[in-house]
């Protein structure tokens, strides 16, 4: 498969009165790893359930277009949904142990999802759980399969996780936060893991973290969100050695290297001043209240995500040096 898998315009959510997400525009091509970056509370969960339709409907509104195979997700009846779901695109999240069901074994609930979407036999399933554990190397994985989630460490219990996500040969994996919880050995094994699945398996993959360091080895274009918007999208060196964004540039200040270490030491360590990620203000650029270069038109107009004028890297700000056609928020226009 090559091209677009999944294509997202305009995507907005508000729960209650509050706008949380608001117009998130993005692709992800096949066989893509592509990063999605930010503080924890900009929005990046509810943009991965909000794809998926997994979002509580009450109180909460979601507009907008997830075009996947030619089918608008937000529109599709939820029948049609059902079959997309964990068959065609499949979401881990950062706990596992959340998501497993604590007295089944591993392998019960493995069998249970290829029988549910694949409709195979008792004998067929067994095999093919044993082959998903194998896969995700877990060792001797023909007697773990009878173990319950509570018998694996995190990590193993992450691979659980990715095995039963990986059961219908899914397109797009979408992992939210998949090794937060886990020590930095574990992660990188993790990730390792994910990376070399989405190649033998030709699989594009979704990665969410509010971590900008790990990213870096792995993925292949990267999106940074605050409050809710995407402000910077560009292939992953690009974006760590030419970010243009404010907020990316503090970002990557702030990810720690040897040289920050060292400032570390020193009690110099870069930070981003000022708290205001997810207030899902409406009216000019969200990062103006903490950006060092704001101007006056940052307060009254939203800038739009434009080229830098490189393959694929698209920024939101009214640089100066930067020519940006702006178009009034529709907050002031009244
Ligand atoms: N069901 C809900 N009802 C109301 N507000 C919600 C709901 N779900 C999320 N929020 C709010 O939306 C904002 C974005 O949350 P979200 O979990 O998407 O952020 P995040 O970037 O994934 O953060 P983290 O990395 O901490 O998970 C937060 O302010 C959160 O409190």
Redesign the pocket.
Known sequence: MNGELIDIRGLTVG??T?E??GGVDFSIHANEMVALV????????????ALLRL??HE??AVSGEVMFEGRNLLAVPEAELNEIRGKRISIIF?DPLASLNPVWSVGEQIIETLRRHLKLSQTAARRRAIELLDLVAIPQAHRRIDDFPHQFSGGMRQRVMIAMALACGPYLLIA??PTTALDVTTQTQILQLLDRLRRELSMSVLL?T?DLSIVSDWADRVMV?YA?VIIESAPVQVLFSSARHPYTRRLLGAVPSLDAYANYRNGRLPEISGIDT?T?STRGCRFAKRCESVESECLTHRPRLVSVGVKQHLFACFEPQQFQKSEPDAAVVV
């Not at 930010?38 to 359930?49: F, P, Y």
């Open positions: 729960f209650g509050r949380v997400i930010g503080e924890s509370g900009c929005g990046k969960s509810t943009v991965a359930l979002l509580p109180r909460t950062q939210d936060e969410i509010h969100m809710g997810s899902g």
